[in-house]
């Protein structure tokens, strides 16, 4: 059964800031691991798709990191903004199942 | 090409009518999501669908629950007898491959049960 873990729960930091997302996943059988942003009340925006042959993704400030054999993905985001504040969901998508499964997100506000 | 579109983006039912979520994925998008978000919680999976066929919805209650997708027209995730534990944010997701590559998901629907 997959799992996948999101730390910190929630992050504060001041504005400016380089800070790390962490998602963790239990089965290693992956097609690709997906970050979204979510804001108060709304849908998710797809930020980063990684497929499991690839090692990172970038996007502006945004890099996303993959690592297979340990089954966890970072979520590095450089000179944080105000705007960034909202919660960030990690996806998992895996073989044995046709399900894709969320951590529980990291809910960040950036303090101006 | 428009995004998913879900609606409506509010509902409200009272205990013991039924729900209807519409759900129209993107165009040339033939798998559909739905997801369950309770206040302050992650989503949680509810089924997986393509064209005509139900794929997974180990994630559906056993009772009142059912979604399906037709071959013409949206998604629909359907609640029979609505009770107050219905009441959260119900999500639509689609993807033009059967791995979710990628996922783009629609604004939801606020299911309010008085």
């Known amino acids: 059964k997959q799992e996948v873990t999101q730390i910190p729960a929630a992050l504060s930091v001041p504005e400016g800031e380089n800070l790390v997302l962490n998602c963790s996943f239990t089965?290693?059988?992956?097609?690709?691991l997906q970050w979204f942003r979510q804001d108060p009340g709304k849908g998710l925006t797809s930020l980063l798709l990684?497929?499991?042959?690839?090692r990172e993704q970038t996007s502006g400030r945004l890099n996303a990191s993959l690592d297979k054999s340990s089954g966890r993905s970072t979520l590095y985001i450089a000179a944080s903004q105000p705007g960034d504040s909202a919660t960030y969901l990690c996806?998992?998508?895996?073989?044995?199942?046709?399900?894709?499964?969320f951590g529980s997100g990291t809910r960040l506000s950036i303090r101006p | 090409n428009a995004g998913v579109m879900q609606n409506p983006r509010h509902l409200v039912r009272r205990r013991g009518q039924e729900a209807r979520l519409r759900c129209s994925p993107m165009?040339?998008?033939?798998?559909v999501y739905w997801y369950r978000q309770l206040p302050e919680e992650g989503l949680k999976f509810m089924v997986y669908?393509?064209?005509?066929?139900?794929?997974?919805e180990s994630g559906m209650p056993k009772e009142r629950f059912s979604a399906e997708f037709p071959k013409e027209g949206p998604s629909i995730l359907r609640i029979q007898q609505v009770v107050r534990g219905d009441s959260a944010a119900y999500f639509c997701?689609?993807?033009?491959?059967?791995?979710?590559?990628?996922?783009?998901f629609g604004s939801g629907t606020q299911l309010s049960v008085l």
């Open positions: 997701a689609s993807s033009p491959t059967p791995r979710g590559d990628e996922l783009f």
């Open positions: 990684i497929q499991s042959s690839q």
């Open positions: 089965d290693s059988a992956i097609y690709n």
């Open positions: 165009k040339g998008h033939s798998h």
């Open positions: 669908l393509q064209k005509e066929n139900i794929i997974d």
């Open positions: 996806a998992v998508p895996y073989s044995s199942a046709s399900k894709i499964i």
